[in-house]
């Protein structure tokens, strides 16, 4: 009796586990390397198996590599200096003007955190800077994305103060969520999401589970595909892993590339292809604070309130 109520259950975990799927939805978080010597390894993302569609770099400006292959979203990453500054602006309508298919921006990284890659970016700031250099754009065609805020309470903070302080002058047409840890964590965090801005689409623009085993990385990468593309609401995302396992900031076992730039199963199950056999070694960048997420954090007050 026992192993035939288990059977069932491991059949289905296998599953998770081999599957390999395609979507239009799936795009690239592009991390380049510091070393030249890798290169190479932004070919495997535009290769004639890749089911990508779209990408950003964190920047304004496309990188020359994935012209003519993928089509970009320029990001205003933070807020510059200078209250008068139109440089985004500029940058984007003049990609635009030069023939360059700019559908949607995003804008401002994860401004309510100041360190792996949060730009710290007051919210009042944010929002005259958003009227000034990004809701023209919306003149020109263009979907705005609202600020891409971290997966923690201070994020839903942050956008509240957001939205105050743009007086109804600031017009978001989706919405990116970042997310670290688990998939239960992660499904629970875009149902908030979806509940307080129930008319915008979502975009998951930045999404691992760090630092956990190759199962768990495996079993959570294809878990959340599925979701995404099963959910109608969720248009686009992208996976942070494009980048080698010993440079990885969110654990080896998450990168979508081993020590050595060969794909690994993440890797090629999120390019529409089947698992490889890779195995992901190295212990990664240690770069403070990303592996140890606001996702992984809940999850171990949720496991001890469990045990209470």
């Known amino acids: 009796m026992l192993t035939t109520t288990l059977l069932p259950l491991l059949i289905a975990s296998l599953s998770t586990l081999t599957s390999a799927t395609t979507s239009s939805k799936r795009g690239l978080v592009y991390v380049p390397s510091k070393n030249a010597n890798e290169a190479k390894d932004d070919q495997i993302w535009i290769s004639g ?54 559908s949607y921006v995003l804008a401002f990284n994860e401004p309510d955190g100041a360190s792996n890659g949060g730009s710290n970016v007051p919210a009042n700031t944010a929002a005259a800077t958003w009227i000034r250099e990004l809701e023209p754009l919306r003149k020109l065609g263009v979907k705005l994305g609202a600020p891409a805020v971290t997966g923690a309470p201070t994020g839903f903070n942050w956008l509240q103060n957001f939205f105050t302080a743009c007086a109804g002058n600031c017009t978001a047409d989706f919405i990116p969520v970042h997310w670290y840890g688990n998939f239960e964590g992660l499904a629970s965090h875009i149902g908030q999401v979806r509940g307080t801005y129930p008319n915008m689409t979502v975009w998951v623009t930045e999404y691992a589970d760090a630092s956990v085993s190759l199962q768990a990385s495996q079993s959570f990468a294809n878990q959340s595909s599925e979701y995404f593309d099963r959910i109608d609401y969720i248009t686009h995302y992208s996976y942070f892993g494009s980048f080698r396992s010993s440079a990885s900031n969110v654990g080896p076992n998450a990168a979508m590339l081993n020590q050595d730039g060969k794909l690994t199963d993440i890797g090629s199950w999120y390019l529409g292809g089947a698992a490889t056999g890779v195995v992901p070694k190295g212990s990664g960048a240690s770069v403070a604070g990303r592996p140890l997420a606001w996702g992984a954090l809940l999850a171990g007050v949720v496991g001890l309130v469990g045990l209470l």
């Open 49 to 102: 198996s890749s089911d990508l569609t779209w990408y950003y770099n964190y920047g304004a400006s496309p990188s020359a590599v994935f012209n003519g292959h993928l089509n970009f979203v320029p990001m205003l990453w933070g807020a510059p200096a200078s209250n008068t500054d139109m440089t985004f602006y500029n940058t984007v309508k003049g990609l635009i003007d030069s023939g360059v298919n700019i």
